[in-house]
């Protein structure tokens, strides 16, 4: 007897049709779902280390550029200056580094193998990365003499800081004095009407902080800036040496303007104001027995803080003659690090930052005068900003190979002659000679 027939009945067939759907169906929808994850592109996080920048400077800019990148997120960690570049170079030797990270305007002959270059743009520049032809037109021409290399960008400019004239405009009214110095000649016809001695010839309060070494904010600065003004050639044009000490056209610049400077600390010069027994120069200022200094505009919260109630006036720092102004410049600029995994985001980022929209962003809430020439502009009428914004525009700096070690050699120049271990143009030329020591080991 044949078996009964035992093959699907149209039941069975329906059911085992609908079972093959819906197995299709869940596996076609795992598969899905894990190909959209894998296909996600992942966020870009982008470490960024800087100097004398609160987190809250930068977050109004971060989360501007982070909004319109949705696949990059940036964290900014601040150092404190003393410890920033020894932490530094240890984090980028150790490859734990950022991939962002501020460099001080002198630090590209010194970190340049550091620094990634940023991409040369494209036709369609899709990046929105700036040309050099943009950079000249945008920013201040220091900093394309600081930032550039061989027609490389290496950093870009957020803002960019020079050495101003401060002065208590009460003791100047007291003096009878009723403008400011324009000049050199005038600040030292100041000098002499502001500084006041007890009956035993003691500074009791003193016409401006010049002079010394030790107890002057930023006093290697202001000296660099009277050579510069006075026309000294520091480098060679190669930058492969130094040449302060060297003549110009038969005249000795250099060591004119080194005399200048320390006359300010002889007690047989007419312009004696200073010595080494003042006070530090921001804390005689606040204590109101300092009528002038020079210094950057950060120096302008600190004073607020300390001395909210001393009438302070800035005015541009003097000048050798009105024909042509020199100014000496001093700030920070972010770089990307060779070491960083997305270079490209982290170059955007620096576009946008040091964009006119980024700039703005940054600047409103710090109280520093801009780089950007179009913000100049608009900086200029500032009461505050605008001597150290429209300075900015003949800011000059110069070649330093290392910037401590150079502070730390015109510091002791200055004491050299100040305690009488050295002749003047003999400590000029001892400094050279230690800086072509540094200037050597680059080579």
Do not use: C
Not at 31 to 50: D, M, N, T
Not at 253 to 261: H, I, K, R, S
Not at 389 to 413: G, T, Y
Request: avoid cysteine.
């Amino acid at each position: 007897m044949p078996l009964p027939f035992s093959g699907f009945t149209s039941s069975n067939k329906l059911f085992y049709i609908l079972v093959g759907i819906i197995v299709f169906v869940f596996f076609a929808t795992i598969i899905w779902i894990l190909a959209g994850v894998q296909s996600r592109p992942e966020k870009s996080a982008l470490e960024f280390w800087g100097v004398f920048d609160e987190n809250k400077s930068l977050s109004k800019a971060i989360d501007k550029f982070e909004s319109q990148h949705s696949g990059v997120r940036i964290t900014y960690k601040e150092f404190s200056y003393e410890d920033y570049e020894r932490n530094l170079i240890d984090a980028l030797a150790a490859g734990t580094g950022p991939d962002i990270f501020m460099i001080h305007n002198t630090w590209l002959a010194k970190h340049r193998n550091k620094l990634e270059s940023q991409p040369q743009p494209t036709s369609k520049n899709e990046e929105g990365f700036i040309n050099i032809v943009d950079f000249k037109n945008q920013f201040v021409d220091v900093a394309f003499t600081d930032l550039v290399f061989q027609d490389k960008i290496y950093a870009m400019p957020i803002y960019l800081d020079t050495l101003a004239l401060f002065y208590n405009k009460s003791l100047l009214n007291s003096a009878g004095i009723t403008t400011p110095p324009a000049n050199w000649e005038e600040f030292n016809k100041d000098v002499e009407l502001l500084t006041k001695f007890d009956k035993f010839g003691n500074i009791i309060q003193a016409g401006a902080a010049m002079g010394t070494a030790r107890n002057i904010n930023r006093s290697t600065d202001i000296l660099m800036l009277l050579m510069l003004q006075n026309g000294t050639r520091m480098t060679n044009v190669a930058n492969t040496n130094a040449t302060f000490a060297r003549a110009v056209n038969a005249e000795r610049v250099g060591e004119n303007a080194l005399q200048y400077y320390v006359d300010f600390a002889n007690p047989l010069k007419k312009v004696y104001a200073w010595n080494d027994s003042q006070h530090y120069s921001v804390d005689a200022f606040v204590e109101e027995s300092l009528a002038m200094m020079f210094n950057y505009s950060h120096q302008v919260d600190i004073l607020r803080s300390k001395a909210p109630r001393i009438n302070i006036g800035i005015a541009p720092i003097p000048q050798v003659t009105s024909l042509q102004a020199s100014n000496y410049a001093n700030y920070w600029a972010p770089a990307v690090s060779v070491a960083a995994e997305n270079k490209t985001a982290a170059w955007q980022f620096i576009n946008f930052l040091s964009s006119r929209e980024g700039a703005t962003l940054y600047l409103s809430e710090v109280l520093r005068p801009s780089a950007r020439r179009d913000i100049i502009d608009i900086q200029r009428t500032d009461p505050i900003l605008g001597p150290f914004a429209v300075q900015a525009l003949s800011a000059k700096s110069w070649h330093q190979v290392d910037s401590i070690a150079i502070e730390k050699i015109f510091a002791d120049m200055i004491d050299d002659i100040n305690y009488g271990r050295a002749k003047l143009g003999d400590a000029l030329r001892n400094a050279q000679e230690k800086v072509n020591v540094l200037m050597q080991k680059q080579l």
